[in-house]
């Protein structure tokens, strides 16, 4: 058995904990464990971060003695759909196509399908895209059809479709969609989905380890397996097809964590204030609009998750209580697995490959992000940057409880404030609950927290406790408080 590792741990772009060796050791025992379990011949992982790939490691034999690096070439299958979403929505912000076209614009034989009901939608790109066009989930038939040509598609969408659901009305994970995507942007662009891909893409990007078929591969290429009787049997590779937009591509760990970075980059304004979202072929605008949860999955059809999960184009997205959303996309081939993840809090990520069916390598990726991402993040979620005016308020709000006077309070806050409590209320409340504390108006805050930019509340210290301070602002451009609370926090005595 032979492994390989590489890392150069750094502090993350976003300036939280520096990544841990030890946790990267432990990140690369999940892997080796799962090749000496038997699970897959070989297993290649990767550690990203918003500056780019920090550390990565494989095990195994790739299939020449060798263990997988962060430059051998495996099938990523249905991370691919990324790709696909991405390609099309450069064609629409060229102003080519639209979200909202029906499919059979562009895929005439889809004229001939039955839809469920006489009222059904002719689905759309966006249902496309976001998984819901009604379409059966299609897993074990899509990953066989990759080379089937554009006439068989067009054969198989004569003799008409099975649906689950009216278009655009729920959520089943559908490889056809996919497939009808991409000729969607072979129509628009007039040449092959695999070209625009590759030229819109890919290549901008500097992807150039990611490729369509195995003779463009710059690196060695793995060959997929399958157990069978206590061994593994290699399996063909499949060439490009009408069904390539769903998971046609070979990718490195290297190119893969780049193109995940890519994605992520686009939320870098929030993240990293000051800074501005990697330039690249697709908008960081559109990028953003790529990680939304824009369709929701019941949890039935995620068997094991662990989070309310969504799909947008081409990507899940995960919400998680303490670490917000994570992005991700699995992808499984006859021999090959695959996997991407990543946090848009603090574009900390994974990327990991294996060469078996049904290796689902996603499950050591996601236990190894939830380890980066324990190890990396704060305890308590981060305050967001508030905004100026949301400062200038609390400057106002401070002065307001230092020396209340009905005038000023009207200056700073919308009229809701005294309708909603009166002013003379207002006033006795707050009396009361400096009195109740021992609160000291005139000292600067001990504590700050805040849900969004133009939400903020603050604790001023007292003798016998301390004075919680809130507001939130309306949305009006001038910044005046809607929402002013202020609430006595007692110490709480011992017998």
């Excluded at 819109?200 to 195995?214: H, N, Q, S, W, Y």
């Excluded at 947008?312 to 991700?328: C, K, P, R």
Aim: glycine share 8%; net charge negative.
């Amino acid at each position: 058995m032979t492994s390989s590792s590489a890392a150069a741990a750094g502090a993350p772009a976003d300036g939280s904990a520096p990544l841990d060796p030890a946790v990267l050791r432990q990140v690369d025992d999940l892997f080796r464990e799962r090749v000496e379990r038997g699970t897959t011949p070989s297993s290649v992982w990767g550690v990203f971060d918003a500056d780019g790939l920090v550390a990565s490691g494989g095990h195994g034999d790739r299939g020449d003695g060798r263990a997988p690096d962060a430059h051998t070439v495996y099938r990523i299958a249905s991370c691919t759909k990324s790709v696909t979403a991405a390609t099309l929505l450069s064609l629409v912000a060229d102003g080519r196509v639209s979200l909202d076209a029906p499919v059979n614009e562009f895929v005439p034989a889809f004229a001939e399908v039955t839809l469920p009901t006489p009222d059904s939608p002719v689905p759309t790109l966006r249902m496309l895209l976001t998984m819901s066009a009604g379409f059966p989930t299609d897993d074990p038939w899509g990953d066989r059809q990759e080379a089937i040509s554009d006439a068989d598609l067009d054969d198989v969408l004569r003799a008409g479709l099975l649906f689950d659901s009216v278009p655009g009305t729920g959520f089943a994970y559908s490889n056809l969609g996919y497939a009808l995507l991409g000729r969607a942007v072979s129509v628009v662009a007039g040449r092959p989905f695999t070209d625009v891909a590759t030229d819109v893409v890919l290549r901008p990007l500097g992807l150039d380890d990611t490729v369509f078929t195995e003779q463009d591969a710059r690196g060695y290429v793995v060959t997929g397996v399958r157990p069978y009787r206590g061994t593994f049997e290699p399996l063909p590779l499949t060439g490009p097809g009408a069904f390539s937009p769903i998971g046609g591509l070979y990718s490195t760990v290297a190119d893969l964590s780049r193109w995940a970075r890519h994605l992520s980059s686009a939320f870098a304004p929030m993240r990293r204030p000051g800074t501005d979202a990697e330039d690249g072929p697709v908008s960081a605008a559109d990028r953003r609009h790529m990680q939304q949860a824009m369709r929701h999955i019941p949890g039935a059809a995620v068997p094991g998750a662990r989070r309310p999960v969504g799909y947008g184009f081409g990507l899940f997205v995960e919400q998680d209580d303490h670490h917000g959303a994570i992005v991700s996309h699995s992808g499984g081939y006859p021999g090959f697995s695959a996997h991407m993840r990543w946090s848009v809090r603090n574009g900390l990520g994974v990327v990991a490959f294996e060469n078996a069916t049904q290796a689902k390598v996603s499950v050591a990726a996601e236990t190894a992000h939830d380890l980066l991402l324990a190890a990396t993040s704060p305890t308590t979620p981060p305050t967001p940057e508030v905004l100026p005016e949301t400062r200038a308020a609390q400057a106002a709000v401070s002065r307001l409880l230092a020396d209340w006077d009905d005038d000023l309070a009207d200056t700073i806050c919308t009229p809701n404030v005294a309708m909603d409590v009166p002013y003379d209320r207002r006033r006795q409340t707050l009396e009361a609950a400096v009195a109740q504390v021992g609160a000291d108006r005139s000292a600067p805050p001990v504590q700050e927290l805040s849900n969004t930019p133009t939400h903020l509340r603050w604790w001023l210290p007292g003798t016998a406790g301390r004075l919680r301070v809130e507001i939130r602002l309306a949305p009006l451009a001038a910044g005046r408080v809607q929402t002013l609370t202020v609430t006595a926090e007692p110490v709480e005595r011992t017998a």
